[in-house]
């Protein structure tokens, strides 16, 4: 694969030459595409399926409500805290084989958790299905690097897998609801089939790629692992006990503390787990950023909608789940037309547009009141934020992985989805204390209090989204001015 000076698509000046890719378009490379996003559906559908399965879970192992959120918390750290190690480990030992070793995680985990006796053996369960995509799914991502040659056809394959993470949220929901009616058990149970499936395909139709073998990063690999999930963890803990509690702030100074040695180590070691060069080129830089700020805004306003829908609306889980599909379907348009919009345009605009068209969501959600309903009220911010989603992370995909060597491909595609956690984690924290607060000294809160929380809470994902558009607009820049 190289980069070409004049092709539109590229926001990164030419790059060294790169191993070629690894499967032609066509079949070949359709097949390779369907087993690459059939993993990213996997990791996206086990973000939100357990959620829906929480009360039968609670009471078919008599989880305390404490308890309870660890079944989100232990998946969140282990999946967060491990995504820096398990890019890097894909660059090392090939990708091809760590997305199988992961996928054969999560299927394993997915056992244990369907056949849990009880409450610690579910949590564990979770934790090892967390192991098993922060290896797999940088993997699966850095293979579309490898796959795909850079420039059109990449852009299709990063449009399909864009369209598949978006949809695959809102298919969490879905399938979560009609699973859960039958046994909650069911939800850890369908991962088997589809993982082994995965894993046999991913064999017959991926190639291995070329490993880079070298001594291993092992300060490296414990700090930014401690680092992550001590961070992750604070995050968490302060959606639920408050930014100024001590465990809250403990952590998140750990946290800190870790990542800032992490980063000064890696200037040191011959092969760091996170190369700095990543960070040389500032379109990459404000395209991990604005993904940290979006997916911020995302994570918080999805969960407060999901919780809106059912006690302010008053929804079945089902029927829940279902009011997601405007964003799902909005999303898939945006993100199949965004590949053809690319070499016309430019990823900077597409980039600014989606960023724009999350922070007009969450204006228009701020307006919500109790009896703006399902169509007045939520419908609309549902298609924006959809939209934003498909036209936004495509070009930003493209941007992160553009001009890549081979041996780098794994460690970005880590680093990518780690800011990701983070940022889903972060919004989570910020919004639900926000709507915490609002909601304060009300033992029963109606309708009315619940619309006025969630419109005073997404103001925050606002500024979230209104700084992703500020660095879209000054930090990212276009091909020609910085060639």
């Known amino acids: 694969m190289t980069t070409h000076d004049q092709q539109p698509s590229v926001v990164e000046p030419p790059a060294p030459a790169k191993e070629p890719a690894g499967r032609p378009p066509g079949r070949a490379g359709a097949l390779a595409l369907a087993v690459i996003v059939t993993c990213q559906l996997m990791v996206a559908v086990d973000g939100n399926i357990v959620n829906i399965a929480l009360p039968r879970i609670q009471s078919g192992l008599d989880f305390s409500p ?9 998946y969140s750290l282990a999946f967060g805290g491990l995504l820096l190690l398990g890019g890097r480990t894909s660059d090392v030992l090939g990708r091809r084989r760590m997305l199988a070793w992961g996928l054969l995680t999560v299927v394993a985990a997915s056992l244990l958790g369907g056949l849990a006796p009880n409450a610690g053996v579910l949590i564990a369960a979770r934790a090892l299905q967390g192991v098993g995509f922060a290896f797999a799914a940088p993997a699966a991502l850095s293979l579309i690097a490898v796959t795909f040659a850079e420039g059109p056809e990449r852009n299709r394959a990063l449009g399909v897998f864009s369209t598949v993470a978006g949809l695959g949220i809102t298919l969490g929901l879905i399938l979560g609801g009609l699973l859960t009616t039958l046994s909650w058990r069911l939800v850890f ?41 001590a961070l992750v963890y604070g995050l968490i803990h302060a959606s639920s006990a408050g930014w100024g509690s001590a465990a809250t702030v403990t952590a998140l100074a750990l946290g800190a503390l870790l990542l800032a040695g992490f980063v000064l180590s890696q200037a040191k ?21 604005v993904f940290l700020l979006l997916f911020a805004a995302m994570g918080g306003t999805y969960f407060l909608l999901s919780l809106y829908v ?25 993100a199949r037309n965004a590949p053809k919009l690319i070499p016309r345009f430019g990823a900077k605009p597409l980039i600014v547009t989606g960023s724009a068209l999350l922070l007009a969501d969450s204006l228009w959600l701020a307006a919500t009141g109790p009896d703006s309903g399902y169509w007045g009220g939520l419908f609309g911010p549902l298609l924006l934020l959809g939209a934003g989603l498909g036209l936004g992370f495509v070009p930003l995909n493209t941007t992160i992985l553009a001009g890549l060597a081979p041996k780098e491909t794994g460690a970005a595609s880590g680093l990518l989805q780690a800011v990701q956690q983070i940022g889903l984690s972060l919004g989570v924290a910020v919004l639900v204390t926000v709507y915490g607060r609002t909601l304060h000294g009300a033992a029963q809160p109606g309708r009315a209090e619940l619309a006025h929380g969630l419109a005073t809470a997404v103001t925050a994902a606002a500024a979230f989204s209104g700084l992703a558009v500020l660095i879209a607009l000054f930090v990212i820049i276009r091909p020609a001015k910085q060639n």
Do not use: C, K, M
């Not at 404490?66 to 232990?74: H, I, Q």
């Open 310 to 334: 059912q006690d302010g609306l008053g929804l079945h889980p089902l029927t829940a789940g279902l009011a997601f599909l405007p964003l799902a379907l909005a999303q898939f348009a945006a």
């Open 189 to 229: 149970f369908v991962n088997v089939p589809i993982g082994l499936a995965a894993v046999l395909l991913a064999y017959r139709h991926l190639p291995e790629t070329e490993r880079h073998p070298g001594r291993p990063d092992v300060l490296g690999a414990l700090t930014s692992t401690a680092g992550t999930t």
């Open 269 to 289: 070691v011959a092969r760091p787990l996170i190369p700095l060069s990543l960070f040389a080129r500032r379109n990459r830089s404000g395209a991990y950023a």
């Open 66 to 74: 404490g308890g309870l959120a660890w079944v989100f918390s232990a």
